[in-house]
């Protein structure tokens, strides 16, 4: 499933793109930095959620300016320049909100298997290629990257073993452990379960399922 309507795509990718060459040519941030500002704003689930306000509705000078505003205050930003070239930091951006739109994956674990430098250094190869060659590529990363399931990662977080999360939450220990091993897929698990332990985590159901 993707991640929001096709409708809004094309303009997401266009001003994605443009706000990643916009904030590493013309602001100078470095391209992992301004990334890591990026998933750490209010953008970044939006984005994901496909609100239009947000993907079509605001250029990537406004997207870049939102997102600096929200970590520095009012700083001050140079103006946008205008070019016929694409940069490889415009085409990274523009296969990564496309990769994120077909994958549904968030932005942050993306980011935790492959760094935004890294895309961008992808664009000699990849960038005449078809976008499939792109996923194709992306998704053999992440499948050879595994990462701790959500779950896990934020029952580390709370710092509470599975056996505390299992006697707080009311749910059985060993549910818990195969939703960690991925035995399970707690994205299948029931409403009730996913609620007691987002309770006890003190996250959001979402922020527990698996995509």
């Known amino acids: ?6 409708l809004y795509l094309s303009d997401a990718k266009n001003h994605f793109a443009t706000m ?3 904030a590493v040519n013309t602001c100078a941030f470095e391209s992992d930095f301004f990334f890591q500002l990026f998933i ?4 970044a689930k939006q984005f994901e959620n496909g609100n239009p306000a947000i993907i079509a509705g605001l250029s990537g000078y406004e997207l870049t300016k939102k997102i600096v505003n929200e970590c520095y205050s009012e700083k001050e930003l140079p103006p946008p320049q205008f070019s016929q070239e694409k940069s490889a930091e415009y085409w990274a951006g523009w ?10 994956l968030s932005f942050t674990r993306i980011n935790e298997r492959v760094k935004l430098s890294e895309i961008i250094q992808m664009y000699p190869l990849y960038h005449e290629m078809d976008i499939d060659h792109f996923f ?8 050879e990257n595994p990462l701790e399931t959500n779950l896990k990662r934020i ?31 707690i994205s299948k698990a029931q409403s ?9 985590l003190g996250c959001s159901m979402e922020d527990l399922l698996e995509y």
């Open 95 to 104: 296969a990564l909100a496309q990769y994120q739109w077909y994958s549904a």
């Open 155 to 185: 029952r580390e977080a709370a710092r509470l073993s599975q056996s505390q999360l299992a006697k707080q939450s009311g749910v059985n220990l060993r549910n818990i452990q195969m939703y960690e091993q991925r035995q399970n897929d």
């Open 192 to 200: 009730d379960i996913l609620y007691r332990l987002a309770k006890t």
């Open 40 to 43: 750490k704003s209010s953008v």
């Open 136 to 143: 194709e590529r992306m998704d053999q990363i992440i499948r």
């Open 20 to 22: 990643i060459d916009y």
């Open 1 to 6: 499933m993707n991640a929001y309507s096709e």
